[in-house]
């Protein structure tokens, strides 16, 4: 059960640590619950003490989740995709970021490349869907798909890294 002094708490270690802490899987759906609780308790009492003590709530959960936020975006920049303490949100979002991170790594690897830089080629990757994969639009604003298990197709390396790295596809030689 939360209450201000276990956010408060939270809030310290979350601050004090540069590892994510650990949370309850459920901690954002507790902690809106929570809030809204302490809303109604603040609008329905019109005591200043009350809201006053709501307001400085929201303050404290807003903090600590931007100091997650801040968190699993510098797990992505390190490029680890899983870590102990996440709720199911964060691990959506790490997952979204880690792949942001990869296209865009992909994307720019032109700059490190040796050679005569007409590497076209090198970015078509050919691989074997392992899943029906519905259209969706890729990084580069193109529409892929739709792709069923078994088909074989020729993408560009980031789209094909992703879809490697989720177990969606396989490389073919």
Same mark, same amino acid.
């Not at 601050?15 to 619950?33: A, G, N, Q, W």
């Given at each position: ?46 005591? +200043?003490?009350? #809201?006053? *003590?709501?307001? /400085? ?6 903090? @600590?989740?931007?100091? &997650?936020?801040? %968190? ?35 994307? +720019?690897?032109? #700059?490190? *490349?040796?050679? /005569? ?6 970015? @078509?990757?050919?691989? &074997?869907?392992? %899943? ?42």
């Amino acid at each position: 059960m939360l209450n201000y002094a276990k956010l408060r708490e939270m809030q310290r270690s979350e601050i004090s640590t540069s590892e994510l802490c650990i949370v309850e899987e459920d901690f954002y759906s507790l902690l809106k619950s929570f809030l809204d609780e302490k809303k109604e308790e603040a609008m329905g009492s019109q005591n +200043l003490l009350v #809201i006053k *003590e709501y307001e /400085n709530l929201r303050k404290i959960a807003r903090a @600590i989740v931007n100091k &997650r936020n801040e %968190k699993l975006v510098l797990l992505a920049l390190r490029g680890k995709r899983e870590t102990t303490g996440m709720t199911k949100e964060e691990a959506d979002f790490l997952g979204h970021l880690s792949r942001a991170m990869e296209a865009n790594e992909a994307q +720019l690897s032109f #700059i490190f *490349e040796e050679g /005569n830089g007409s590497g076209k080629k090198d970015n @078509i990757k050919r691989l &074997r869907l392992l %899943k029906d994969i519905s259209p969706y639009k890729g990084l580069d604003d193109r529409v892929y798909g739709p792709f069923k298990a078994g088909e074989e197709a020729d993408l560009p390396a980031d789209e094909a890294q992703w879809l490697l790295k989720e177990k969606m596809a396989e490389l073919l030689a």
